[in-house]
């Protein structure tokens, strides 16, 4: 019999998002289209502004589905009042596809718009390839250090695909995200990397700190942790509502002023200094995310 409910309420939740997604990314892509007509700087920045406004209230009714289906059953931990007209920096751990739809609905209204760094190889998937071009959420390659190692320019060839993406991000507020592990936390990817803490891969930096470096605007950088209830990570288990038991804390750091205004990609201090401060953050996100474990 609960198979029988999960799967309806899976069926309907799904029907649902993909409903409201196709509502809000058509619309964008309609309010979209002048921008290759009108190419000046002023109507960029209006149009910015009208699609983050038209993606908030996309997230929003993504939100109200999800509390709806799935009994509002997320606890947030945030003590902390954002405004909605600065420019933040945003990382989390990563374990499931579900892990957006949470950090979505928890930021909606608190901060400014999400702004995902996307995989390239998502690039066929219609929804995303609409966020890149509607609301300048980046694609970003995932090299790994040993590609670097073999070919040191492709960290000058990503340092430059992620400057000109945080330019149209100046256009208007906006926070940007990236997953600081760069992949979903499995056993598997935790055994092989053989990763000094308990509930977290190592963080991989590189994104967040090219970021950083074309955004001397931005002055926090906001730590949300993610703890589920269920051992399930499946999409189909986020729909029918048996990973709705979630805890999400959410911290935010002051940037420190020397790791402002400098270059990613020939600066090696700066990959120190940010290396490090990041991974002591890491440290402590560890310990509070064993705390708050069902």
């Known amino acids: 019999m609960n198979i029988v409910k999960f ?126 071009k509607t609301l300048n959420m980046p694609f970003v390659n995932r090299h790994s250090k040993k590609d670097l190692d073999k070919n040191p320019n492709l960290r000058f060839e990503d340092y430059e695909n992620t400057l000109k993406a945080c330019k149209r991000f100046q256009r208007a507020p906006s926070t940007i995200f990236s997953y600081a592990e760069g992949t979903r936390n499995t056993e598997e ?36 942790s993610v703890i589920y209830k269920s051992k399930k990570r499946g999409a189909w288990a986020f729909l029918c509502g048996e990973m709705k038991d979630v805890k999400v804390l959410v911290k935010s750091h002051p940037i420190p002023n020397n790791l402002k205004n400098k270059n990613y990609s020939n600066d090696e201090q700066y990959r120190i200094d940010f290396k490090n401060w990041i991974e002591n953050i890491w440290e402590e996100k560890d310990k509070e995310m064993e705390k708050l474990k069902y």
């Open 7 to 132: 799967s309806i309420i899976g069926l309907i939740t799904f029907t649902l998002i993909i409903t409201n997604l196709v509502l809000g990314f058509g619309l964008l892509a309609i309010l979209n289209i002048p921008r290759a007509f009108f190419p000046s700087n002023s109507f960029k920045i209006y149009l910015a502004k009208l699609s983050n406004k038209l993606g908030d209230i996309t997230v929003y009714g993504c939100k109200k589905i999800m509390y709806v289906m799935h009994q509002d059953s997320i606890k947030v931990f945030d003590d902390k009042n954002f405004e909605k007209n600065s420019w933040y920096m945003a990382m989390s751990n990563h374990q499931s596809w579900a892990d957006i739809f949470i950090l979505l609905a928890v930021a909606n209204n608190r901060l400014p718009l999400l702004k995902f760094f996307m995989k390239k190889e998502l690039i066929w998937i219609p929804f995303v390839f609409l966020a890149n």
């Open 189 to 224: 990817k935790h055994l092989e990397q053989k990763s000094p803490y308990k509930n977290l891969l190592k963080p991989r930096i590189g994104g967040m700190a090219t970021a950083l470096s074309a955004m001397p605007n931005i002055d926090t950088l906001v730590d949300y």
